[in-house]
């Protein structure tokens, strides 16, 4: 079973709107989520990430939002530009390891 | 110079035979992890490795086994390689130390794409 979920593949925004990338998890034992952005021939890149005990992060036009009671986590950029076009993974971390959602494919158009 | 390099970056290769990809890393973390990511399905642990004399299976090892050279060098290798192996395969390190708490933020190197015909 998919511990770590992420429900939309692919979404579309303009640029200088917001986009909101939602992530669902299933153990309310992890203890922190964090989000990678992977570019095309890259490796990912970690970008935020949140303590289960705060219910937000924010760093820059980045923000994670938690919701424990829901197991929800979301990403806001704000004001999304071109170059944020890439793929976003969440990922929770329980001890020693990483458990990776599926991805959203996030295009900013002009 | 990048931190965690990958070779090859690109392999094409034929079922059953077998294929190693390597993984260096200059940060001089412990932990070293091999990933895989198919689309639509994320990226999926397969090893992963706390130190040279510390291996551990991860998800999905099946058909994988890993070699723990030195600290900075942790390789993947298919025995005998088959077509659902294809996909793109991801190496990363982290500094945290074994057993303690806090976030494992995981540093990833460029990636190889592996085509078994």
């Known amino acids: 079973d998919q511990q770590v979920k992420q429900n939309s593949p692919s979404l579309s925004v303009q640029e200088g709107r917001i986009s909101i990338l939602n992530c669902d998890y299933t153990?309310?034992?992890?203890?922190?989520f964090l989000w990678y952005k992977k570019y095309p021939a890259e490796g990912p890149t970690f970008l935020i990430s949140?303590?289960?005990?705060?219910d937000k992060n924010e760093d820059g036009r980045f923000t994670v939002f938690l919701n424990k009671s829901a197991k929800h986590l979301s990403l806001h950029i704000v004001p999304s530009q071109p170059g944020d076009s890439a793929v976003y993974f969440c990922?929770?971390?329980?001890?020693?390891?990483?458990?990776f959602g599926t991805g959203t494919r996030l295009q900013v158009f002009p | 110079d990048a931190d965690v390099t990958q070779t090859p970056r690109n392999r094409i290769t034929k079922t059953g035979k077998r294929i190693m990809l390597e993984c260096s890393q200059t940060?001089?973390?412990?932990?070293m992890y091999w990933y895989r990511q198919d689309p639509g399905l994320g990226l999926r642990l397969i090893y992963y490795?706390?130190?040279?004399?510390?291996?551990n299976k991860g998800e999905i090892s099946d058909g994988y086994s890993v070699s723990r050279q030195a600290q900075a060098k942790f390789s993947l290798s298919l025995e005998s390689a088959i077509p659902n192996q294809t996909a793109l395969y991801f190496c990363?390190?982290?500094?945290?130390?074994?057993?303690?708490?806090?976030?494992?933020?995981?540093?990833f190197g460029p990636g190889t794409r592996l085509t078994v015909l």
């Open positions: 990363a390190t982290s500094d945290r130390p074994p057993g303690t708490g806090g976030e494992d933020t995981q540093y």
């Open positions: 153990n309310s034992m992890f203890d922190y």
């Open positions: 949140i303590s289960s005990i705060k």
């Open positions: 990922a929770a971390s329980p001890p020693d390891k990483l458990i």
């Open positions: 940060k001089g973390h412990d932990r």
């Open positions: 490795s706390f130190d040279v004399k510390d291996i």
